[in-house]
């Protein structure tokens, strides 16, 4: 998914890239959600999209907010921009090793604004792709993993060596003064 042009307005504007067949089918779409923010999606093993999230809430697979899907990372920042929250990397989506039906968001705001861009708060939430008919719902929703002064966004994922599990890697701002 992506933009093509500069759609600043609701519906927004973007482009699809489908490389399933192979060779890249590129088709242009009009979505209910920002894409050029902290977005985060995850499709199945067959290539269809699940759900997709700006930071601010969850979207299904059709585009219409996920079943408890609003609401996410609580602060007067994330209320600022309900399109989306604008620093990059605020966000990430992995399955949940225990269970082949259920993805944790790993996801946080910044939370002194607007002086710094500092986060205090990692949350994660929990989503059961089964429920609501197929389409999700948000099962546990920003639950506190880390308490800290952590710089905002900058969330990343790497597949542990065993194959199963993950690590989730955020980092600590260091501000240093002299």
């Given at each position: 998914m992506?933009?093509?042009?500069?759609?600043?307005?609701?519906?927004?504007?973007?482009?699809?890239?489908?490389?399933?067949?192979?060779?890249?089918?590129?088709?242009?779409?009009?979505?209910?959600?920002?894409?050029?923010r902290?977005?985060?999606?995850?499709?199945?093993?067959?290539?269809?999209?699940?759900?997709?999230?700006?930071?601010?809430?969850?979207a299904?697979?059709?585009?219409?907010t996920?079943?408890?899907?609003?609401?996410?990372?609580?602060?007067?920042?994330?209320?600022?921009?309900?399109?989306?929250?604008?620093?990059?990397?605020?966000?990430?989506?992995?399955?949940?090793?225990?269970?082949?039906?259920?993805?944790?968001?790993?996801?946080?705001?910044?939370d002194?604004?607007?002086?710094?861009?500092?986060?205090?708060?990692?949350?994660?939430?929990e989503?059961?792709?089964?429920?609501?008919?197929?389409?999700?719902?948000?099962?546990?929703?920003?639950?506190?993993?880390?308490?800290?002064?952590?710089?905002?966004?900058?969330?990343?994922?790497?597949?542990?060596?065993?194959?199963?599990?993950?690590?989730i890697?955020?980092?600590?701002?260091l501000?240093i003064?002299?």
């Open positions: 992506g933009y093509g042009g500069s759609q600043a307005t609701i519906p927004f504007g973007g482009i699809d890239m489908n490389f399933i067949s192979g060779s890249p089918v590129i088709s242009s779409f009009t979505r209910e959600m920002e894409f050029r902290a977005v985060s999606n995850i499709c199945d093993s067959n290539g269809n999209l699940l759900f997709v999230t700006n930071g601010v809430y969850i299904d697979a059709t585009g219409d996920m079943q408890n899907g609003s609401g996410l990372n609580p602060s007067v920042y994330t209320s600022w921009y309900p399109d989306g929250l604008p620093p990059h990397q605020m966000n990430i989506i992995v399955p949940n090793p225990g269970n082949t039906n259920s993805y944790y968001l790993f996801h946080c705001t910044v002194d604004p607007p002086g710094n861009l500092l986060t205090r708060y990692l949350y994660y939430s989503i059961d792709i089964t429920a609501n008919g197929g389409l999700g719902a948000i099962t546990t929703k920003n639950q506190i993993l880390l308490n800290d002064t952590l710089n905002a966004g900058k969330l990343t994922a790497c597949k542990h060596a065993n194959g199963r599990d993950w690590w890697i955020c980092h600590k701002d501000q003064f002299i």
